[in-house]
């Protein structure tokens, strides 16, 4: 069984910045690559970034990039997303997402808010 599970969002100031994690489980981690969405108040779910199941590869969303960061520890099954310089319409539901077995799953999310 698929198990995402995100931890770390906050409340931050703008220009602040916070650590996502994400751990995994129930699927060979190092086999699938893994994702960072994101879902503001009245808005649809937008992926972030997405790492190859390596690390050897990322992708960003250009309202990110430059900012944030994504990575991987495939001896723990855990994904990150260091966000730097952190604006307020950053906010958002931060979700973990993998593809298995041609499905989206997706954690519970953790809340980011960025205002002063």
């Known amino acids: 069984q698929v198990q995402l599970v995100e931890s770390g969002g906050g409340l931050v100031q703008p220009g602040g910045s916070l650590r996502l994690s994400c751990a995994a489980s129930?699927?060979?981690?190092?086999?699938?690559?893994m994702s960072w969405y994101r879902q503001a108040p009245g808005k649809g779910r937008e992926v972030v970034a997405t790492i190859t199941g390596t690390g050897g590869g990322t992708l960003y969303a250009d309202s990110v990039k430059g900012r944030f960061t994504i990575s991987r520890d495939n001896t723990k099954n855990m994904v990150y997303l260091q966000m730097n310089s952190l604006k307020p319409e950053d906010t958002a539901v931060y979700y973990c997402d993998t593809i298995y077995a041609n499905l989206h799953y997706w954690g519970q999310g953790t809340q980011v808010t960025v205002s002063s």
């Open positions: 129930g699927f060979v981690f190092s086999r699938n690559a």
